[in-house]
């Protein structure tokens, strides 16, 4: 499944499906990036990160993909899990951190 | 792992009145920041902190607003004469270096009634 960002701030896979999460980002000044995980009632929590002089890094499960001429970033989330059902958000650093409008990922077993 | 630890929990408070929120940082980070949620909205950024000084902050971190390192451990967000819209949870983050990633603790939730 893939989500167009803040337009469509819900997406609904299947275990086992890979998940694509969109994000568009504002400042072109920005020049980190990082994809938060916040689960009901908790704090975001730090997924993976990608520095503006790359275009690709992969963790574990997850990749991230940035594509600074359209200032746009996307973490993949493979063979996704119900462990994985939570708030996604997007966030950019430049004097800040700001973060985007989030996606709700629900995995369905 | 060292964690972030915000108090309290969960803050009820009367409409008018002033809150404390209270953050640890990691001990050896150096940058400071509170953010914001409202029930169901995104995270946004309150202000940052470092060096003994606020940083950066955003239009929402006005007069009522003030954040202060009271100590070598504490860093917190009063807010005076609170209004029913400043309910929301309130989450503190730390970090080593303002270029990295951020530590956020689990949040206070203040209830503005």
Redesign the interface.
């Known amino acids: 499944g893939e989500s167009v960002g803040l337009h469509l701030p819900t997406l609904s896979v299947q275990e086992g499906d890979n998940s694509i999460i969109n994000c568009a980002y504002s400042n072109s000044a920005s020049d980190y990036f990082i994809w938060y995980k916040q689960e009901s009632g908790k704090g975001p929590q730090f997924i993976i990160d990608i520095r503006s002089n790359m275009d690709k890094r992969q963790g574990q499960r997850v990749t991230v993909l940035l594509n600074k001429t359209v200032k746009h970033l996307s973490l993949q989330i493979a063979a996704t899990q119900p462990g994985d059902s939570a708030v996604y958000f997007c966030a950019e650093i430049s004097n800040d951190m700001r973060f985007g409008a989030g996606t709700r990922l629900t995995v369905k077993p | 792992e060292p964690e972030?630890t915000q108090t309290p929990s969960h803050q009820v408070t009367q409409m008018g009145q002033e809150v404390i929120l209270r953050c640890v940082p990691i001990s050896n980070h150096l940058y400071f920041?509170w953010?914001r949620q409202i029930l169901g909205?995104?995270?946004?950024?309150l202000v940052?902190f470092y060096n003994n000084e606020i940083?950066?902050k955003s239009e929402i971190f006005d007069d009522q607003f003030s954040v202060e390192r009271p100590d070598g451990s504490n860093f917190t967000l009063k807010i005076r004469s609170t209004k029913l819209e400043d309910s929301a949870m309130y989450?503190c983050?730390s970090s080593e270096d303002?270029?990295y990633?951020?530590?956020?603790?689990?949040?206070t939730r203040l209830t503005v009634v």
Do not use: C, I, L, P
């Not at chain 2, 909205?41 to 950024?45: A, C, I, N, R």
């Not at chain 2, 990633?101 to 949040?107: A, E, K, L, V």
């Open positions: 972030v920041y953010y909205q995104k995270v946004e950024f940052s940083s950066e989450f983050a303002s270029s990633g951020y530590t956020f603790g689990s949040g």
